[in-house]
């Protein structure tokens, strides 16, 4: 296999999807990097995986994980680890994310990426899971910021302070989804840019780019459209104060044809390369 090292992963990159596999093994368009979603590749065997190894021979990747539930209570599972150690083994991600996030309880999968409360035994917990989850996978971990629709009463800190001490708790670095910020910055009424400048810019090592939804009092988090504008100049600002960190073009519902998930690249890369040429 090709070895590509964390140093490949620069400029703006795309999610990889089951419906472009062919476009990009047949004509292997100029993409810089690809992020897979582990959790479709964790079977030992069958065409996903083979199709994943294909595109990895040729493409820089990253692996993005939707399944730990790091904010619950259950214990870690065990056999899940394993299995992403085993996928890591076969792909070599450049890096591996997960979420700031619950997914289960009592040992039920609930599908939604659910909120946690800011609070000093909350972070004591999550922070002790990445660590475990850390040293079975023998690498450290991107945590990304959720989108999120509530806030619970008794919070101690903010959402940057808690990714803060997370990462000074565990040596986590911090996956940025500029999109999430957004989002929770507008149904919240935090300030985004704000929110990025009291994050711990060195841990940031990759920006998750994509669409909303405007509903009438609430934006929902569909990663199912073009990123909007108002998402791109908070895009702007955040490589401003963090320098420019590889970016991913992230499209789950409705996913169009590669051709535009190129053109949103582009954009992205543009900005990349002007905050480059300031720098320079
Ligand atoms: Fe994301």
Redesign the pocket.
């Known amino acids: 296999m090709t070895r590509f090292t964390r140093k490949s992963i620069e400029g703006a990159g795309i999610g990889l999807r089951t419906c472009h596999y062919r476009e990009i093994l047949g004509s292997r368009p100029p993409v810089a990097w690809f992020e897979a979603v582990a959790d479709n590749y964790l079977g030992d065997g069958g065409m996903p995986l083979l199709h994943l190894e294909q595109v990895r021979e040729h493409y820089p990747m990253t692996l993005?994980g939707v399944g730990m539930s790091l904010g619950s209570t259950d214990p870690l599972d065990q056999a899940y680890l394993r299995r992403l150690g085993r996928l890591i083994g076969r792909i070599e991600p450049a890096w591996v994310s997960e979420h700031l996030a619950w997914i289960s309880v009592g040992g039920s999968y609930l599908h939604e990426l659910l909120p946690l409360p800011y609070t000093q035994e909350a972070l004591e917990h999550v922070a002790g899971r990445i660590s475990e989850a850390q040293d079975a996978l023998g690498l450290p971990l991107l945590i990304?910021n959720p989108s999120s629709y509530l806030v619970f009463r008794g919070e101690q800190m903010s959402e940057p302070e808690f990714l803060r001490e997370l990462v000074r708790r565990t040596g986590c670095g911090i996956?940025l989804?500029v999109?999430?910020a957004y989002v929770s910055a507008m149904n919240h009424g935090w300030d985004p840019s704000a929110y990025i400048n009291d994050l711990p810019a060195t841990a940031i090592r990759e920006i998750?780019l994509?669409g909303y939804e405007a509903h009438e009092n609430y934006l929902f988090d569909t990663?199912g459209h073009r990123v909007h504008p108002p998402v791109w100049d908070l895009y702007a600002h955040a490589i401003e104060v963090l320098g420019p960190v590889p970016t991913l073009i992230?499209w789950d519902t409705d996913i169009p044809p590669l051709e535009t998930l190129r053109d949103e690249a582009g954009k992205a890369q543009q900005h990349l390369e002007r905050r480059r040429r300031r720098a320079a």
């Open positions: 993005h990304e996956l989804d999109n999430n998750h994509a990663h992230e």
